[in-house]
Structures are given as structure tokens and as C-alpha cells.
């Protein structure tokens, strides 16, 4: 740990985002930028906690199945927030909260929220407009009455794309088929 106290700017891309990892990310005091790309979290769940200096947070989760849940107290200096998920049913939120908990990061000034989905490509989505009673207005919904809850008149955007294949992440397949990608390129 001592050899990552300076650290400022990190990027990183995860098979599996463990709670063991959140941890250890989590306690660098010194950590300002944070990217992470993953497939999803271990046992269908990311659980986040500390980040006390962290000002920018992007992750991008590429597979369904994972709830996303920022804690009370969990990165008190973020201000700006990216993410981006799946989503075609709730359950691909691995029926965790829709707000995701983004009423607790309480200096959050810019929210970008990029959803893909059974749903229409819309780069500035407004899930007031939306007449379809889907799993993506009821996360927008559910993360617009977190946003409307915090100081700082923090804004939020939707982006949405149309993805209708919903590939679960399930760790053991998706190491084996990355492991047959390597093979491929092997020959
Ligand atoms: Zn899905």
C-alpha cells in the first residue's frame, strides 16, 4: 500500500470487480481520477466505499447482472460521476437499487449516465418523455429523485442506446472465452 499512496490517476480494466478490490482502491488516500472497465462484480454485486479524496469516477460495465451501490459516506469529494450499463429488465441490475445510491455522494455536481438497452438511441434521454414503462425510465426515473435530494444543483444526463442482446456476466464463461480468444490468436 505504501508504494500506492501517491497515486493520483488510475485506469484500469477488470475481469471482475471483487469487494476485496473496491477495498484496496478504495483506501488510497492520494486518488483523484478513477477509470474502471469490467464485466461485472463478484456474486452480481459492486459495493462502494471510501474514495475520500476521489473527484472523478468513470465505470463502464459491459456485461448484465450487476447491482451498482454507492454507501453512505462513500466518496465524499466526487464530483463528477460516468457510468455506463446494461439494462433490458431490472434483474439486469441484478435487482439492486435503481437509484444506485447516487443520493449519498454528497458533493456530486455532473452525473452522466449511459444506458444500453430495449430502448430507443437518444443522446440527451428524458425519461419524463418516455412513455414506455421500461426498466430504463424507472432507473432514469429512480436517478433523477437522487439527484433532486442532493446540494450543489447537480445535473444529471441520460444517453441511451439500443442493445437488445443481454449477455449475463457469469465469471467461469467469460474467462473460458477469453481464454478461446487467446488460442485464436495463438494459431
Ligand atoms: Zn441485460
Known sequence: ???LGNLGVLELVMICVRPE???ILGAIPSLLFLNITTAGGTNGRITV???RSLKYFSLIICRCGTALEFQ??????LEHLKLA???HKSRCLNNGASSLGIQHLSAISKVEVDIHGNCMTDSNYDPTED???????????????A???????????????????CQRFE???????LAGIDNSINL
Do not use: C
Not at 453512505?72 to 469529494?77: A, E, I, R, W
Not at 439527484?147 to 442482446?165: G, H, I, Q, S, Y
Open 147 to 165: 439527484m433532486m435530494t442532493l446540494p450543489n444543483r447537480a445535473t444529471v444526463r441520460f444517453k441511451t442506446t439500443r442493445e437488445w442482446e
Open 85 to 87: 450499463f446494461p439494462l
Open 1 to 3: 500500500m505504501g508504494s
Open 171 to 177: 465469471r467461469v464463461s467469460f474467462v473460458r472465452e
Open 21 to 23: 478490490d473496491v477495498e
Open 49 to 51: 466505499n471510501g474514495f
Open 72 to 77: 453512505v459516506g462513500s466518496m465524499p469529494n
Open 131 to 145: 412513455e414506455k414503462d421500461g426498466a430504463v425510465r424507472g432507473v432514469a426515473r429512480a436517478i433523477n429523485g
